[in-house]
């Protein structure tokens, strides 16, 4: 099915509209049904632990509602079956894309620093603050079964959803227009991060889209974007399971500066790894 891009807008915003309303529609029917108020999730008050189980629930239904769905509703429509043949995926291509991301830890890191410089108005302050609160207690684990569920819910669900919607359709169909793949890229980073309704930390997830971005973009294989976003959102988890007090006990204001070197030597290393990056892809590409 071909149709012209104002069309496809039309119905992806159509789409994404319905399921978000669904989505949200379920949550909120959710929430009604185990008698938790909305005040509990947006004022940052300390929740109890069946509140919170409920809600992780309740939250990854309506993740896979807008993100997985719409992104089905929209594969079915203009591929179909043939959206899914299976693509080899390359072990060195793997482990490059997660060097690099790991290289790129100091970089985002100065990002967030940078992101903290901005002075954002009050109300915006206020929703991270709540947001933040609300996450840190989503995320607090007593057991390797909270942390088991965890890395279901924050790293599982959102790689395969999200990648699916951000680069599996939106970058997908804008690498077909005319636009510049790399202002493509940019493009679908920048809502990426606005997705997350945290301005306090636009940028470093931005950095983050980027690299997810082009994981796509030189590869045009989704696995490699869904392996890279779980192993990130994962390592978190699981860092903060092993460090949570350190986590919770720092005040972000008081995280010393990433020094220059550091940030140098991780710009460095992130174009040495994408060179070798962009040469195994050509090697493959040959080979095929």
């Not at 769905?69 to 299976?86: A, N």
Request: with cysteine; aromatic share 14%.
């Amino acid at each position: 099915m071909h149709h012209n891009w104002k069309i496809k807008l039309i119905l992806f915003i159509l789409i994404f509209s319905a399921c978000l309303v669904i989505g949200n529609f379920i949550m909120a029917m959710g929430l009604d049904h185990f008698g938790i108020s909305m005040d509990k999730i947006t004022g940052g008050a300390e929740m109890e632990e069946k509140d919170i189980s409920t809600l992780k629930w309740l939250s990854s239904v309506n993740h896979l509602i807008i993100f997985t769905i719409t992104s089905l509703i929209w594969i079915s429509i203009y591929y179909g079956k043939r959206y899914f043949h299976y693509k080899f995926l390359d072990g060195l291509l793997i482990i490059y894309f997660l060097t690099w991301l790991l290289f790129s830890f100091p970089l985002i890191a100065y990002s967030a620093q940078l992101n903290m410089m901005i002075d954002l108005p009050s109300w915006a302050s206020e929703v991270d603050n709540n947001a933040m609160e609300f996450l840190m207690q989503m995320l607090d684990m007593d057991g390797i079964g909270d942390l088991i569920i965890n890395i279901l819910i924050i790293a599982i669900i959102p790689a395969i959803g999200e990648e699916f919607l951000f680069r599996g359709v939106i970058l997908k169909e804008l690498l077909l227009t005319k636009l510049n793949p790399h202002f493509s890229v940019i493009i679908v980073s920048v809502i990426f991060s606005l997705f997350h309704f945290q301005l306090a930390s636009f940028l470093p997830k931005m950095v983050i889209g980027l690299i997810l971005c082009y994981a796509y973009y030189w590869t045009r294989n989704l696995m490699y974007p869904i392996i890279i976003h779980f192993f990130n959102n994962a390592m978190q988890v699981t860092l903060l399971y092993t460090a949570a007090d350190q986590f919770t006990d720092t005040d972000p204001q008081d995280v010393p500066p990433i020094p220059i070197f550091s940030i140098i030597l991780s710009a460095i290393l992130c174009a040495v790894i994408v060179d070798a990056i962009i040469k195994r892809k050509k090697t493959l590409n040959e080979g095929a």
